[in-house]
């Protein structure tokens, strides 16, 4: 069973980058673009990292300088992971992002080739150049045994190793996923990708890694990464459109990096390049009680959607505030009304209005109470195409802390856009209910 | 319940044609399309021997097109065509490609000239482009660009298959293209001893699980399926080929090139596949193998089928499609599919070139000699890279 993924939960990041004003001087010589002079200084480290002392020594002949500064970005988030954030082996996945290969390495061996022939290359050319080496050099030192990906799309290489990762940890075949950007085009020949009659970049690094160690949502205090997205036109909430920085998919990680870290005041998105996003939603916001929310498709336009918290009240007073429709738009931010039409043994008949997806809407539902059992089971009356079932559970369950409310929505549609409609709508709208509902409790507490 | 994956267009280019009904035909053929490279550039070399893509001059009519992306552009083309997919639903595609090694012929050209290189030949994302610009494929759609070594084309297959069963998309094309024919591939492959060596014909030096293999021969190509959710492809009239029921992928922690000998990491993938599609292993009824004509490839691949397999393995019929069409590197596992969708199609399983009941190295039921009709319905597909990457994909036949 897959289990569609809203939220990556951060539990480290790790960037391995020149510093401020830091370049590198890269000799253009018989192999460089023309017209650019002898030299370029790139914002690069000075230094080869191949050279740095968390290289592994048997290394350091073998690889490009792109599979370096991933080497020693992937090692270090790893080495912060505590033992619980770190699952066995074949459980760790790694998705790097990589658009223009090793020519560092590649360089070098062509002119051996060109100029003294094939016997004079050297045997790592064909594990040294190609996207995927990092991957290889990194899962193989560090035995990490889980699915690993390396996506190489030039503006969107880093939202697709984050795709790629996301769909990984959905299907259950991974529980940790180390998702990065590692690049370096350090060399003249790569430069060449620049035509003489246009610019250079002028932003960003033209080197380094940055990763991230994410998993499924834990329910522990930590920055999440939600609703990793794409739009069609390419931009985001700001116009923001394709960069001029030397490789977009590093500055994507590195935009990423700077909004994880820095201290904001509300959830913030962030472009990852060629149309993907995704949104960083701060510590800040989430408190140990936050919702937890998880859909799975169950089949052909139909999918169950569960959302849980704990609300800070007794249980019979929860569950009796839950069941008494009519104070639904005291706490429940969407519904802008609710009324009891008949009420049985049997079941309640109620009517309520509420917005979705910035629309309102008007429906009827049928309710089984089971106080014994604290549940409310409901469905919708009279649905009309393209949703064809909306059904479904609240559950209270009494805790130390409070009271354990699940929501569980079943429902099914005529198609994939109308499942998406009221997949959105179910989130937002039970994420704001649960967290209603707690406010109120959390509120009346204090009073 | 799982939403059903189907495919319902393929193309192929590959060293046996231009198309893949072709390409079928050279596998039933079961001899190798491998000849010695004439070409100036390879003229240093001692040993030179590949399979180039069989597509005729002027073919592709857009001059200047890297060899890939011009063997990724008939591929589209007759996907596409078979799909009957209109313009508006190509807009509504979202697409997955992969390669391994991009336009290296195109930049070692340039290296070797001095020239300049056009925009978009140091990346790997140029068939996506190409099907965005020339095929109008997912204008505004997601889209993915997946470089994964030799096991490239099966996981853009199954990051296509993931998208489509977890409701992300209703219809993916997925691409995997590679040209190979250059001097550094051909003396990188070389220099680490992954290519055939032995003093023989061309033509008989990929010899898949036969005790007389000593290496690949290079292939190239390109290979194009689309890949949709069952009622979408209904409901616009298409007729499903064959249908995707799960896959996976493992890495070794190994080594860059070899391969545990135990085949414990194939037998890994292979596993986890069969768990994605909600399979016991006796319900795979055929094997289309990576089949490299490497001794240690081979070896390992037959050890994790008869790990995963058990007393059954040896009865298991076994394609290893590059004994005729060589190692087209990232496009190789996409070409076999198209390949397999083929054969599975028109009920019967293409010989293995090269390889006879007299020269078998291993205890498995590889086809061998003459095209054997049969009809499994539930065939794996495994693949192997470097870096240490095992793929594995599981498919059923549509009766």
């Known amino acids: 069973m897959r289990t569609v993924l809203h939220e990556l939960e951060l539990v480290a990041v790790s960037t391995r980058l020149p510093a401020d004003g830091e370049t590198a001087r890269i000799a253009l010589g018989a192999y460089g673009p023309r017209g650019r002079g002898d030299h370029l200084d790139l914002p690069a480290f000075a230094t080869d ?99 690993a990906k390396t996506t190489s799309g030039s503006e969107s290489g880093f939202g697709e190793a984050l795709w790629l990762a996301r769909d990984a940890l959905e299907r259950g075949a991974i529980d940790l996923a180390v998702v990065g950007a590692a690049e370096s085009l350090v060399t003249g020949f790569v430069l060449r990708d620049w035509a003489q009659q246009h610019p250079l970049p002028d932003s960003g690094p033209a080197e380094g890694a940055v990763v991230f160690a994410l998993r499924r949502p834990s329910g522990s205090p930590a920055v999440v990464l939600g609703e990793l997205r794409h739009r069609a036109d390419g931009t985001g909430p700001d116009g923001i459109g394709p960069d001029g920085s030397w490789v977009p998919t590093l500055a994507a990680a590195v935009r990423l990096h700077r909004s994880v870290g820095r201290p904001a005041t509300g959830s913030e998105s962030v472009a990852l390049g060629g149309g993907y996003w995704i949104t960083v939603i701060p510590m800040k916001e989430r408190t140990v009680n936050t919702v937890l929310s998880e859909t799975t498709v169950t089949g052909d336009y139909a999918a169950v959607a569960r959302h849980e918290l704990v609300i800070p009240g007794p249980v019979a007073d929860v569950f009796e505030m839950t069941r008494d ?114 406010e109120y409790f959390s509120t009346k507490a204090n009073r | 319940m799982r939403r059903q994956v189907v495919i319902t267009g393929v193309g192929a280019v590959s060293p046996a044609g231009p198309e893949s009904k072709a390409h079928l035909s050279g596998l039933l053929a079961g001899r190798s399309m491998a000849r010695r490279l004439t070409e100036p550039w390879f003229a240093p070399f001692a040993h030179a021997t590949g399979a180039p893509a069989a597509v005729p001059a002027g073919l592709v009519d857009v001059p200047g097109l890297p060899n890939h992306v011009a063997f990724a552009d008939l591929a589209i083309a007759e996907a596409l065509a078979e799909s009957g997919l209109d313009e508006r639903e190509r807009a509504g595609t979202h697409v997955v490609t992969s390669t391994a090694i991009g336009a290296s012929v195109e930049l070692e050209t340039a290296f070797r000239d001095g020239g300049t290189v056009p925009p978009g030949q140091f990346g790997f994302d140029l068939v996506t482009d190409w099907a965005r610009t020339r095929y109008g494929v997912g204008r505004d759609r997601w889209s993915l660009t997946l470089s994964t070594g030799c096991t490239a084309g099966l996981d853009a297959l199954g990051s296509a298959y993931d998208a489509v069963a977890g409701g992300r998309a209703e219809r993916v094309l997925v691409v995997s293209a590679e040209a190979t024919m250059c001097p550094i591939v051909l003396a990188a492959f070389q220099k680490i001893g992954a290519l055939s060596a032995r003093d023989v014909e061309p033509h008989l030096a990929s010899c898949p699980f036969s005790r007389e293999r000593d290496g690949f021969v290079l292939g190239e190509g390109a290979a194009a399926v689309v890949v949709e959710h069952l009622p979408a492809a209904v409901a616009r009239g298409a007729a499903p080929l064959i249908e995707v029921l799960g896959w996976a992928s493992v890495s070794s922690a190994y080594h860059m090139t070899r391969i545990r000998k135990t085949g414990e990491d194939i037998a890994a993938s292979m596993r986890m596949a069969l768990a994605d599609a909600e399979l016991p292993p006796d319900a795979v009824e055929a094997l289309d193998a990576h089949g490299t004509s490497t001794r240690l490839n081979d070896s390992s691949e037959s050890a994790a089928y008869h790990d995963v397999f058990g007393a059954r393995a040896a009865g298991l019929p076994v394609v290893a499609q590059k004994g005729v069409t060589g190692h087209a590197l990232g496009a190789s596992n996409l070409m076999e599919i198209a390949g397999l969708t083929r054969y599975l199609t028109a009920g019967v399983l293409p010989p293995t070139a090269n390889t006879g009941p007299g020269t078998l190295d291993v205890e498995l039921d590889v086809v061998m000699g003459e095209p054997r009709p049969a009809e499994p319905e539930v065939v794996m597909k495994t693949s192997s890279g470097f870096s240490g990457i095992h793929s594995a994909a599981v498919l059923r036949r549509l009766s």
């Open chain 1, 49 to 147: 990292p191949r050279q740095a002392p968390g290289i592994p020594t048997h290394l350091r002949k073998r690889i490009d300088r792109f599979s370096a500064v991933a080497y020693l970005a992937v090692a270090e988030a790893l080495a912060t992971l505590t033992a619980e954030q770190r699952p066995a082996a074949d459980r760790i996945g790694l998705f790097l992002a990589n658009t223009r290969a090793g020519w560092s390495y590649g360089e070098p061996e062509l002119g051996l080739l060109v100029h003294s022939g094939a016997e004079s290359m050297h045997a790592y050319q064909a594990t040294a150049w190609f996207p995927a080496a990092a991957q290889g050099e990194i899962t193989i030192e560090l035995d990490l045994r889980g699915c």
């Open chain 1, 325 to 438: 429709v009519t104070r639904w738009s005291e706490y429940m931010p969407a519904v802008t009304a609710a009324a009891f039409r008949s009420e049985s043994t049997d079941g309640d008949l109620v009517e309520i209005t509420a917005e979705a997806n910035n629309q309102k809407h008007t429906w009827q539902s049928r309710r089984t109470v089971d106080r014994a059992a604290w549940t409310i089971d409901f469905s919708r009356v009279g649905a009309v195409e393209p949703l064809l079932s909306m059904e479904g559970r609240w559950q209270f369950i009494a805790g130390e802390d409070g009271t354990r409310a699940v929501l569980t929505h079943r429902y099914a549609t005529t198609s994939q856009d109308s499942l998406d409609f009221y997949g959105d709508a179910t989130r937002s709208n039970a994420t704001r209910d649960l967290e209603g509902l707690a």
